[in-house]
């Protein structure tokens, strides 16, 4: 089958790109789109590099086709920052040196992202449950936690 | 290698048609948190995907406890966890959805792909099954309804004919004092495929007794299979009561032996969890 020509908004902007019916939403935010902020671990689904939002929900790039992102709004890590303005997680994730090697690091913000807007003062049960499908082999975790919880003390303007 | 096509019908009678006409190997898609992963590892080479997103209602969720609740196949169990009618009325339900991988995994995976995917460890299953729940399924020859726990028939083999897929569910009405709960054994906190899944309904009179019960574990058989409620039936739950439900539990125990878990532990820890969802269920049902 030729490719199918799809439709849609990744960080606001409208996009369309062909796809081949197999390939993953993943594959084609990298490879046809070059928004390689997203990035790719396990490709099933259990680590979370890829993790962005469709639709206000956040779910792994790897486990959507591209061609089901037709008339859907995706944010990716791309579209967390305001121009050359970090985001308060992105500065937050820095200055708490919540990353090592950074692999893991866009799917866990975009991750906390979709956490703060739904819940703006969760817990630290809440923050480590919400993450839990985002793998770290670095940090341990308790930086990203802290940067977290910074993070959303200063969203919620404290 | 044959090549891949996908299509994204927009009605029911359009997707049954494709289904009904497809040639080669196809799958259904929904959230496709197992369809994608088993497309990569070359476990499964379709010639067809047909996604059923596009179709009206196919996600979503409707009615009230008084009326029961229709849940579209594909509706993701997060939009199940945030719909607090839903969470009220059946939390097992619920709860067993939002046990299902991470939340990312939850941003998209659904009910009929955690039926059909037809996994012994799945984790809505047997909280759909002990609370009463139906399937409606489309098909050629119309539409049909049938209970949750006639669809699975063995690991990755469901009992739908070519043709045929899910367009929703139906939990009943929640009838007097009436509860559920979910409870799987796993070795860390999250993450993880049930070494045992078990789900429990019960209801409840003005006095505490039980009047009616379901029960149905996962991951001890090559299909969810039912428990023998009527050892609880007339009781309060006391110890004796779950001493013999513990037993009935662990005589429909037939699991596999691995790493995960042993033959001799998942049927003891069967028994432990059954006796656990029970009171969980009983404890809410007496609070209604």
Sequence with gaps: MSKIHVETTINGEPMEFLANPGESLLDALRNTLNLTGTKEGCGSGDCGACTVIIDGRMTCSCLVLAVEAGGHEITTIEGIAQGDTLHPIQQKFLENAALQCGFCTPGFIVATKALLDKNPNPTETEIRFWLAGNLCRCTGYDKIVRAVQDAAAEMRGG | MPSLNYVAPTTVSDAVKILADASGPTRVLSGGTDLLVQLRAGRISPELIVDTKKIPGIMGITGSAAEGFTIGAAT????????????????????????????????????????????????????????????????????????????????????????????????????????????????????????????????????????????????????????????????????????????????????IDDKRGTIEFRTKVAGVLARRTAKIAYDRAGAR
């Design chain 2, 76 to 255: 993701t169990g997060a939009e199940l966890g945030d719909h607090q009618a839903l969470k009220a009325a059946y939390p097992g339900v619920v709860e067993a959805a939002n046990l299902i991988g991470s939340k990312q995994v939850q941003g998209r995976a659904s009910l009929a792909g955690n039926l059909c995917n037809a996994s012994p460890a799945a984790d809505s299953v047997p909280a759909v099954i002990a609370a009463g729940g139906t399937v409606t399924i489309a098909g050629p020859s119309g539409t049909r309804t049938a209970p949750a726990e006639s669809i699975v028939t063995g690991p990755g083999r469901t009992s739908l004919a070519k043709g045929e897929f899910i367009v929703s569910f139906h939990l009943p009405a929640i009838k007097g004092k009436t509860s559920d709960a979910y409870l799987r054994f796993i070795p860390r906190t999250e993450m993880d495929i049930a070494v045992v899944g078990c789900g429990v309904s019960i209801t409840v009179d003005a006095g505490g007794t039980i009047t009616a019960a379901k029960i149905s574990l996962g991951a001890v058989a090559p299909t969810q299979v039912p428990v023998d409620a009527s050892c609880i039936i007339g009781t309060k739950l006391d110890d004796a009561a779950l001493a013999k439900l513990d037993a009935a539990a662990q005589a429909m125990c037939n699991p």
